[in-house]
Each structure stands twice: as structure tokens, then as C-alpha cells.
Nanobody
Framework: QVQLVESGGGLVQAGGSLRLSCAAS????????VGWFRQAPGKERALVAA????????VYADSVKGRFTISRDNAKNTVYLHLNSLKPEDAAVYYC????????????WGQGTQVTVSS
């Protein structure tokens, strides 16, 4: 049974920072990709950032480049998303997911964590 548990969401003022965590368990993810997605009310879920568990350059959505950073801690089986210079439009439910590649499909999903940004 694969489990992904996100944490770290909350309320932050515009310009502030948060660190989201995605703790994975249930299998070895060394050949997989971990992605962070977000979904705001009335909008489709979209990829924010993704990283291969084995290493290499991550990918980012244009809207977050230079502000968000994805990283991983293999020893802890955890992937992080560092959110800096937050804007009100970054508010959404953030999900982590595991897939074979950067492109869909992603096979396993967490329950999501809410990020709220006040202006």
C-alpha cells in the first residue's frame, strides 16, 4: 500500500514563505518521479514542480520559476516544496503525487494540503 502524506500548508501573507512536505511510504520510489500539483477553486489541477527520485534537474511551471524549489531527502523518503515570495494567486490545495515520468499519469496521490495567501 503506497501512502503519500502532505503537510506544511497554512495561512501566510503575500511575500511570505512556506515549506510543504510529502512523506512517502509503502514501497521504494528510486525509479519514480514525485510531482507537486495544485488546484484552486474553479480551476484545473496543474503541475507545479516535479523531481526524479534518482536525481537530475527538476521541472517547474513557469508561474513559479524562481520562487518555488522542489527538493528531496532520500533517507527520509520525503519530498519538499519550498514556496517563497508567495502571491495571492498561489493559494490552492497542493497535492503530491508519484509517477513514472514527469508527464502524466501519476499513479499515487496524497490527500492535499491547503495554502492560503492573504494580500
Amino acid at each position: 500500500q503506497v501512502q503519500l502524506v502532505e503537510s506544511g500548508g497554512g495561512l501566510v501573507q503575500a511575500g511570505g514563505s512556506l515549506r510543504l512536505s510529502c512523506a512517502a511510504s509503502g514501497r521504494t520510489f528510486s525509479s519514480y518521479t514525485v510531482g507537486w500539483f495544485r488546484q484552486a477553486p474553479g480551476k484545473e489541477r496543474a503541475l507545479v514542480a516535479a523531481i526524479r527520485w534518482s536525481g537530475g534537474s527538476p521541472v517547474y511551471a513557469d508561474s513559479v520559476k524562481g520562487r518555488f524549489t522542489i527538493s528531496r531527502d532520500n533517507a527520509k523518503n520525503t519530498v519538499y516544496l519550498h514556496l517563497n515570495s508567495l502571491k495571492p494567486e498561489d493559494a490552492a490545495v497542493y497535492y503530491c503525487a508519484v509517477g513514472k515520468n514527469f508527464a502524466p499519469p501519476y499513479d499515487y496521490w496524497g490527500q492535499g494540503t491547503q495554502v492560503t495567501v492573504s494580500s
